[in-house]
């Protein structure tokens, strides 16, 4: 499980920039929870992203994500990267 901060209300969203290798790891599930424990979106209230991964056979990958406004071409506001090693 990876689990970001985020405000969709601002127009920011986490993206995949490099996607995990899919013969590795499996994106299994995705979805945003707000502050105050709800679904919806709330105009100026933050929340968190969790995203869920399977481990499908041993190897490396990794999980780079990008937090941007998808209509700006600028450096993104944040980014993450997580290398997953499967034994």
């Known amino acids: 499980m990876v689990s970001l901060a985020s405000n969709p209300s601002t127009g920011y969203v ?5 996607p995990e290798d899919e013969k590795v ?8 929870i707000s502050d105050g424990n709800s679904n919806q979106i709330i105009h100026g209230q933050g929340g968190r992203n969790y995203w869920k991964f399977t481990a499908l056979q ?6 780079q994500m990008v937090y941007a406004r998808p209509w700006e071409s600028v ?4 980014t993450f990267m997580l290398k997953v090693i499967i034994k």
């Open 75 to 78: 450096q993104p506001a944040q």
């Open 14 to 18: 986490w993206h995949v920039s490099k």
């Open 58 to 63: 041993a190897g490396t990958t990794e999980i």
């Open 25 to 32: 790891l499996a994106q299994t599930d995705a979805k945003y």
